[in-house]
C-alpha cells in the first residue's frame, strides 16, 4: 500500500470512531442520577466576573450553574457595585449540595 492510502485509511478510521450508534437521547435533560435537589433548593452565590459584572452561581457538587444577575426594574446587568473583587465568589454557592467537593 502506498502512503496515501494509509493515510486516507487513517482519516477514514478517526472519522468514523466519532460516530455514535445510538444519538436518540436528549442530552439537554439532567437525569437525576446524582445531585436530585432542585435549584430552588440550593442557596446561590454571587460571582463577579473581570469587567465587575455579576453572575449568579449556584454548584450542587457534580455541575455548576452559572447566569447573569440582571436589575429587575431595568432588565441591565448589574455591574459596578462592588459586591466583591472581580473573579471572586461570595454568599453560600455551595450551600443544600447533594454531593461533597473537597475543595
Not at 439537554?28 to 463577579?48: E, F, H, K, N
Request: aromatic share 6%; charged share 25%; proline share 6%.
Amino acid at each position: 500500500m502506498s502512503i496515501l492510502r494509509i493515510a486516507a485509511a487513517g482519516a477514514v478510521f478517526v472519522t468514523l470512531s466519532a460516530c455514535e450508534s445510538d444519538n436518540t437521547g436528549d442530552k439537554t435533560i439532567d437525569r437525576g442520577l446524582i445531585g436530585r435537589s432542585s435549584l430552588q433548593d440550593l442557596s446561590p452565590g454571587i460571582w463577579v466576573d473581570p469587567r465587575g459584572c455579576e453572575h449568579w452561581l449556584i454548584d450542587d457538587g457534580v455541575e455548576g450553574y452559572l447566569s447573569a444577575r440582571y436589575d429587575p426594574r431595568t432588565g441591565r446587568q448589574v455591574c459596578g457595585r462592588n459586591t466583591a473583587p472581580p473573579e471572586y465568589v461570595t454568599g453560600p454557592f455551595r450551600g443544600g449540595q447533594d454531593v461533597s467537593d473537597g475543595i
